[in-house]
């Protein structure tokens, strides 16, 4: 059900976008198959909305269902809705204990749900992003998603199944900042999703969301380990981090601070997805500025190209750097290199003459192979 008690900006602000049944089968269906016998007493949904995660079978009997949210509107709605649950306000970022939600020290906890993912410092939205509660220092985060799993391993379940953004486990610097969870909680399960699958967000751009299991286990889980795993999609794909070869081994995705002007410039670089909204080659001088060293040129080059594919690329590649394989690059430098002449004559016409027609006609021709090929080999069909 669709959130109808709020206006956009509220719903952006709290990340009320509620999940479909689906969604929610999904999340459970990934815990029953890892779990056995009675493995909660308690089932705890944090941020429980309307209560999506209370309409559907939990995959044990006789536990007992708590609801808690901080928007009081829905809370009555969702216990309008469910008899079976006890339901709380309560800001789960602030001053977080068992204690507060009626939960004993010893009682077997799972918490379920699908916490808000909202980026406050995103540039996106971030015109109608304010903050909108209290969050204690020591799970404060960049991302209200990533301060809602730091509370959650505060609250020591023996279980966590939940949705949250593949890039909480992929990108590094977030995997470093759920070091908490990570160090006391193995990953079981993963299954990866498009947000396209809510109807009400990302109608444009998708990225991955993973239905996610983590069990309560001193050996924790280690980046190596996420980096090796081979995640599967809803779609029945795999794909692993450790997959690809990344051209940013070989070129600053970042302005560093001693680069001296050169030449040509290029855009800061992120993951696939903010390439495919950002600009590469640049003219101008900004914080986002990097400076192509002369003998780099080709790599930025294939970076440029590589977005005109990005479009044609499955959602979960959208958290990835740039794959990149280099021996077969080295044979198509000045493939990449004529394409990206002839696409940005402006910033290279001083210095390079634009290929004739037939020249970029073969270039196209070689590149879109090489990209082909480079997908073939991980069962990704492109295509053109
Ligand atoms: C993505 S929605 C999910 C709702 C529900 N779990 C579902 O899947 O349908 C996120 C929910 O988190 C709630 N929320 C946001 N900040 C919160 C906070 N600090 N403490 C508790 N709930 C919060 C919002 O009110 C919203 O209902």
């Known amino acids: 059900m669709n959130t109808i008690h709020l206006s956009h900006k509220q719903k952006t602000n709290l990340g009320s976008f509620y999940t479909p049944p689906h969604l929610v089968r999904l999340v459970f269906d990934t815990l029953a198959k890892n779990i056995s016998g009675n493995f909660a007493d308690a089932v705890l949904e944090p941020a429980c909305g309307y209560g999506a995660f209370f309409a559907e079978k939990f995959p044990q009997k006789n536990v007992r269902f708590i609801g808690a949210d901080i928007d009081p509107v829905a809370l009555t709605i969702a216990s309008e809705n469910f008899s079976n649950v006890e339901f709380k306000k309560i800001n789960i970022l602030s001053q977080i204990s068992r204690s507060k939600f009626g939960i ?14 909202n980026d406050i410092t995103s540039h996106v939205k971030n015109k109608i992003k304010s903050e909108p509660c209290e969050i204690d220092s020591e799970i404060k985060t960049r991302d209200l998603g990533l301060s809602f799993m730091l509370a959650f391993a505060k609250l020591k379940p023996n279980y966590i199944a939940v949705l949250h953004p593949l890039s909480y486990l992929i990108k590094k610097t977030n995997f470093e900042t759920l070091k908490s969870l990570m160090q006391n909680y193995e990953l079981l399960d993963t299954v990866v999703f498009n947000s396209q699958e809510f109807s009400e967000t990302s109608k444009t751009n998708g990225f991955p969301i993973v239905a996610a299991v983590y069990k309560k286990n001193e050996q924790g889980t280690s980046y190596g380990q996420i980096i090796k795993r081979k995640f599967k999609t809803l779609e029945k794909q795999e794909f692993s981090i450790s997959d690809y070869d990344y051209i940013c ?32 080659f640049i003219k101008e001088d900004t914080a986002n500025t990097i400076y192509i060293p002369q003998e780099k040129l080709p790599y930025y080059c294939y970076v440029d190209i590589f977005k005109d594919i990005a479009h044609n690329l499955p959602y979960y590649f959208g958290n990835l750097d740039i794959p990149f394989d280099k021996q077969s690059f080295e044979a198509l430098k000045d493939d990449f290199f004529a394409l990206s002449i002839a696409k940005h004559p402006d910033i290279f016409a001083n210095r390079f003459s634009i290929p004739e027609p037939d020249r970029i006609g073969f270039a196209k021709a070689k590149v879109q192979n090489y990209f082909y090929k480079f997908f073939q080999k991980v069962n990704v069909c492109l295509k053109f």
């Open 104 to 117: 004993n020290e010893n009682e077997k906890l799972a918490i379920v749900g699908n916490p808000p993912y």
């Open 249 to 280: 081994k070989y070129i600053s995705k970042y302005p560093s601070r001693n680069s001296n002007s050169s030449d040509f410039k290029f855009f800061t670089m992120r993951d696939i997805n903010a390439l495919k909204r950002s600009r590469t």
